[in-house]
């Protein structure tokens, strides 16, 4: 089984300011590297596919990049819909999440 | 548009069986699997397994065997999930979904449906 790692578990950050958030993969998995972002009492909402690719309708100040073992959720400028947990899931054998980071307001 | 809509929620007590409904609506049912994810409370997403729309063949995730059924009737669009001999440890947000738009990834999600499994 492909473990991924998410860190930090949690990060504290202002509306405005950049936040990175990290998934290491226990293994190689190419590009298939999925992130997701979750509200409470949400379904989990697609943001980015293909480690870099961008959802139907997801602003352009989400982005992904990394390939292999290490990837990254990049926000430019945190609004305030943004504070939620956020997932990263591969698809490059069977399917995995990560634990998940939660993104909460400074 | 494309929509999952599942069933509402179920308490049940430990030993009970549970079948949870996700209703499709907004594309050809057959061309795209269902998937399944698991929720406990407080906790991450688990991914259960899938189900292939046009031929009914599921595949469970490792940890999901035995206890778990997949199931579809595609003359009503919906895919089915069993869980046999509730534990309490089944209690969690159970989540249908699949790639409609985007090939492989899970782009539309149902709203989740609780089970609670309590004597």
């Known amino acids: 089984e492909i473990v991924l790692t998410q860190f930090p578990a949690t990060l504290s950050l202002s509306p405005g300011q950049r936040a990175t958030l990290s998934c290491r993969a226990s293994q190689s998995v190419s590009s298939f590297l999925t992130w997701f972002q979750q509200k409470p009492g949400q379904a989990p909402r697609l943001l980015i596919y293909g480690a870099s690719n961008r959802a139907t309708g997801i602003p352009a100040r989400f982005s992904g990049s990394g390939s292999g073992t290490d990837f990254t959720l990049t926000i430019s400028s945190l609004e305030p819909e943004d504070f939620a947990v956020y997932y990263c899931?591969?698809?490059?054998?069977?399917?995995?999440f990560g634990q998940g980071t939660k993104l909460e307001i400074k | 548009q494309v929509q999952l809509v599942q069933s509402g929620s179920e308490l049940e007590k430990p030993g009970a069986s549970v079948k949870v409904s996700c209703k499709a609506s907004g594309y050809t049912f057959t061309n795209h699997d269902m998937n399944w994810v698991r929720q406990a409370p407080g906790q991450g997403l688990e991914w259960m397994g899938w189900?292939?729309?046009?031929?009914?063949?599921?595949t469970y995730a490792p940890g999901f065997t035995g206890r778990f059924v997949f199931s579809l009737d595609t003359s009503v669009s919906t895919a089915y999930l069993q869980i046999n001999s509730l534990k309490a440890e089944d209690t969690a947000v159970y989540y249908c979904?699949?790639?409609?738009?985007?090939?492989?990834?899970?782009?539309?999600w149902g709203q989740g449906t609780l089970v609670t499994v309590s004597s």
């Open positions: 899931q591969q698809r490059s054998h069977w399917r995995t």
């Open positions: 979904t699949s790639h409609i738009a985007v090939d492989q990834d899970f782009d539309y």
């Open positions: 189900i292939n729309a046009n031929t009914g063949n599921p």
